[in-house]
């Protein structure tokens, strides 16, 4: 599946089958269970909550479960599945079909109506393959991506292909395509329960989840130096009874490297661990890979030390590589949910006090200085969530209207991506300012960004990421965990360090958040191959009319110059998208 499509016809059976069959030959993490006028294909681990149907999987497979399951509960079957998945469920019979993915999003699934067809696959590349699905560009899927650095679902790059949210399924009756949720984070914020108690319930969760990860074949995992990927390289010895398998990356750039961490982890755990140095000169080898990779533009510069960590794996041998995404959006781990707290400090007083007494004192003249900070603070406290989430966005801070040509502005809407993320933030199912902010992190910092950065990554590498942070019972406990032990005060992931204090080394449990993060802006000084990359893939940009010529020249010429590391991550996202759009030869 992870390279097939099939499509929903009176003929779907027959022709589905050769595709999904070729999947399983092909040693692809799938299983197909095939009868008279039924076809269903699961993609991933799925694991029943059903004890029958446990059965039955544990007996025949997956496919089969499901398939038993879709007959007699319908749609329903899904609120069992726990795992990483995608499933399709096709019925000759019935003129039915059932797309779905799991709770995360962490197991993609596009479609596309073609005609009065129903095209679907895990990529949009896939769907291509299917006759008269070719489509163009969406101008405002490009819009986004320069807003995102990635194209947040359930939109694509492709105008008539969408792509399913985590958690939602798509019912096709009579011809017509039915997408909705069938689960949705539900935040528990007034469950009290001893601290010994959460910390075993969570500590046994999350035992299990990296058990269940490293179920089969040689595992290993990505370890950075920080709180999630220490947790899980200390874990995967535990429940292997063998030293973990640990792999890092490093630049040899000031104020970038965090090697030194990875290995006080990797000697705390008595791991066996590799190290790989990415250099500039990779960059310019792995860029047109990842554009190939991706089936829509990408623009998170990490995954090029992600896919180095990831190859570095694979060249020892191993097949399934863990990653610890997930902590950060479960349990309260990102910088900017404590500054959002600060902000709400001010945010969150009577309306009448703020605007009748401290506006009125606090601007008054001279704008520097003390006062100076205390009337930037009250500007942004003053903005409501979640834009004010959004107050350091790069296309914000420039301007569309400086960063983008007036004909391209002209075609698309500039209020859809602030529209998309209010609709997410208002629709969490909490009432605490954290909880509202991880429910929005998890679509669009994890389902949208992160897990896809890894996931493609390591299909580059050639081998697969799993994800046991994000293992379905560690989400249940998130659900459940009072918002004051995510975020206590100005402390991040209060309880996820404390409950893991004495297992963890004291360093890491106290370091400064960093992770793989590229050194672009200063390599983009000093590495004349990459310089060169960059400024002719930026030439080839700027013949297409959707950024203006004059931002680019004082981008490459100037903003870089002064300000590498800022100005550097808009030189990336803009070579990315031209870096990709060669490589499908089309045009915007």
Known sequence: MAAQLARFDQSAVRSASGAFGAVAAAGVDADVFQDDGRLVAVWGKVRFGDAELAAVAERHGAAHALAQGYESEGSGVLATLSGAFAVAVLSGRGGEALLATDRIGTRPMCYSIVGDKLVFASTLDAIDAFPGSADGISRQAIYDYVYFHMVPAPRTVRPRRRRLLPGSLLAWRGGEPQPHPYWEMRFVEDERRPLPELKEAFLSALREGVREAARDGAVGTFLSGGTDSSTVAGLLGQVTGKPARTYSIGFEAQGYDEMGYARIAARHFGTRHHEYYVTPADIVTAVPKIAEVYDQPFGNSSVVPTYFC???????????????????????GNERYAKQRLYSLYSDLPRALRKGLIEPLAFLPPEIGIAGKVQRYIRNA??????????????????????????FLASVDGTQPPRMQAEAYDGAHASSLINRMLAFDLRFTLADNDLPKVARACELAGLTARFPMLDDPVVAFSATLPPKLKLKGARLRYFFKEALRGFLPEEIITKTKHGFGLPIGPWLQSHPPLRRLALDSLADLKKRGIVRSEFIDELTSKHVATHAGYYGTMVWVLMMLEQWLQRRNVMV
């Open 310 to 332: 990831a190859k570095l794996a694979r060249e020892d041998g191993i097949d399934t590589l863990l990653g610890g995404d997930g902590g950060d959006e479960l349990f309260g």
């Open 382 to 407: 003053s903005m409501p969530m979640p834009a004010r989430y959004e107050n350091y966005n790069l296309l914000e801070r420039l301007g569309p209207g400086n960063v983008f040509t007036p004909e």
